[in-house]
């Protein structure tokens, strides 16, 4: 049973190694690894969801954000008052422009505009506008 296992494992061993080019030296997997593994791999952000309020912020605004790019992710904010389903999500305080112009501007908290918009509209929104599509 061990040698079959045994066996088993140095056959696998080697089937990752080729799929992974064979020791490539560029350090990035082969296109036989990119075929192999096609299957296992997630699928798009939000798949079925593309024009969503939620994809536009997964696409835009976090991917900026995981870049370190303060400045695309202002620049991708700016869009968001325009995406408020209703005009009053744009009043007040706590509204969705007020708190957009504070994170937009030179010396803006963007982690706190990010927080305090997600506390007081996420779940509402979710609830009813999900899968909304987004005006162009």
């Known amino acids: ?30 296109a036989r690894a990119a075929a192999a593994f096609a299957d296992e791999r997630p699928a798009p952000l939000d798949a079925g969801k593309e024009g969503t ?28 008052p325009g995406f408020a389903p209703e005009p009053a999500w744009n009043e007040g305080a706590t509204g969705w422009k007020a708190i957009v112009d504070a994170a937009t501007t030179a010396d803006g908290n963007v982690g706190k505009a990010c927080k305090t918009c997600h506390e007081n509209w996420q779940k509402k929104y979710k609830a009813t506008y999900a899968d909304r599509i987004l005006p162009k």
Do not use: H, Q
């Open 53 to 80: 309020l939620e994809n536009y912020m997964k696409t835009k605004v976090k991917a900026a954000m995981g870049a370190g790019d303060i400045a695309k992710v202002k620049e991708a904010l700016k869009k968001v």
């Open 1 to 30: 049973m061990k040698k079959i296992l045994l066996g088993s494992s140095a056959l696998l061993l080697c089937a990752t190694f080729w799929l992974v080019g064979g020791g490539d030296r560029g350090g990035a997997p082969s």
